[in-house]
């Protein structure tokens, strides 16, 4: 695969494994057994079997009509917001929990930011009944905390990460401190294309059923298993790396990857990588961030607690570097306004980070034969404090 991961666990010149000797036994025992694992088949058959019957899939692929007529093209919508928990999240947990079984271990970790990733954590946990602690930053557990409680109730410890922006840049190094001290029985779930490889593969391989999926319902739906646009949120960007991710190879499908810009990109509180960032390395992989030029991390800001990171995964820094996918960023009013117009045209109330891609489409000039899927990448539930508000509806 053109774009895919190298045997170094590179993708061009952004991956790798950046990591503390002590977590040196983790990943690579990772490295080596990752694949034999998932490319066995009584895990593909488990791991088919409970996206199916637990998670709910396949996710619709939804023609939005009314959205349609406004962009004059024929936009689908990938309802990765039907999944069990609420979003796209639940795809790679379910697959990580597997793995962790199969490497003997006992009890579980996580990172979140907005709580989906959280929640999918904690659900998968509680199905395999395996001990889970979840760190999230406490700026993040206020603005979420109907997906704090969820996890709480799954029975999951949430510890409240209290240093830096108290998001989930934070969030992310108390969960690597606990695994440099719980090395021999923790399996670290990230949650997105990020951290040491093999994650940011391990992750894309998961979450590559939604571009499976679509393909196959496009080719149903309009004889062609290839769209003309595939626009996704970028934060992390596992959703995105799914979305893409049977796409890559075919450079007549435009990727959009779509990041948060905040109050603006220039305006000193943004998450938009792309536009700020840097090579430097971040969370155990080398990728572009947010840093100041002695290459202390910038403080990211966004609305959506989802896209609130200084960097993206090192896949995307690839695709951003070829210019395999073109991304663009969308501020928070633009997002917000996208997710009361998605709310009022289709009836589907969006999860902040999925209005972003919703956003992205009025940057674009559409002829009226072109097929545009959006990733839906989750349901706005969690965040209906934030459009409460925000308000202008």
């Known amino acids: 695969m053109k774009y895919g991961v190298n045997e170094k666990g590179y993708y061009g010149k952004f991956g790798g494994a950046y990591i503390p000797e002590m977590l040196y036994p983790n990943v690579e025992e990772l490295r080596t057994r990752y694949l034999e694992i998932i490319n066995d088949p009584g895990f593909k058959e488990e791991f ?5 019957d637990y998670v709910g899939r396949p996710t619709p692929l939804y023609e939005a009509n009314r959205l349609s007529e406004k962009y004059g ?3 689908f919508l990938k309802r990765e917001d039907l999944c069990h928990t609420g979003a796209h999240k639940i795809n790679n947990t379910i697959g990580q929990i597997l793995l ?5 271990k006992q009890k579980i970790i996580a990172e979140t930011g907005a709580g989906q990733h959280g929640v999918a954590t904690a ?3 509680a199905l395999m009944g395996m001990e889970c602690t979840v760190y999230m930053g406490k700026v993040d557990m206020e603005r979420q905390r109907p997906n704090v409680e969820r996890m709480r109730i799954l029975g999951t410890k949430v510890v409240p990460a209290v240093s830096g922006s108290m998001t989930l840049k934070d969030a992310t190094n108390e969960a690597l401190r606990h695994w440099i001290n719980h090395p021999t029985d923790t399996h670290y779930i990230i949650g997105s294309v990020v951290g040491p490889h093999p994650y940011p593969d391990m992750v894309t391989r998961f979450q590559a059923i939604i571009s499976e999926e679509m393909k196959a319902q496009l080719t149903s739906k309009t004889g062609n298993p290839f769209p003309d646009y595939v626009f996704a949120c970028v934060g992390g960007g596992s959703n995105a790396a799914g979305a893409f991710y049977h796409f890559l190879d075919e450079e007549h499908v435009t990727l959009v990857g779509v990041e948060a810009a905040g109050h603006g990109v220039d305006s000193g509180e943004s998450a938009a990588t792309t536009a700020l960032g840097k090579p430097g390395v971040l969370h155990g992989s080398k990728t572009l961030l947010m840093q100041t030029d002695d290459g202390q991390v910038v403080e990211p800001y966004s609305i959506s607690a989802g896209l ?6 090192p896949i995307h820094a690839h695709l951003f570097d070829t210019g395999r996918v073109k991304f663009v960023s969308i501020t928070d009013d633009e997002a917000m306004k996208a997710g009361v117009e998605l709310s009022r045209m289709e009836g589907i109330i969006p999860a902040i980070e999925s209005a972003h ?3 992205a489409l009025s940057q674009f ?3 009226k034969d072109d097929v545009v899927v959006v990733n839906l990448s989750g349901r706005g539930d969690k965040d209906l404090e934030t459009y409460i508000r925000w308000g202008k509806y």
């Open 73 to 75: 093209a024929q936009i």
């Open 365 to 367: 000039q559409f002829d």
């Open 123 to 125: 659900t998968v946990c």
């Open 308 to 313: 609130d990171y200084p960097g993206i995964g």
């Open 357 to 359: 891609a919703i956003a």
């Open 100 to 104: 962790a079984k199969r490497l003997g």
């Open 48 to 52: 088919a079997l409970l996206l199916r």
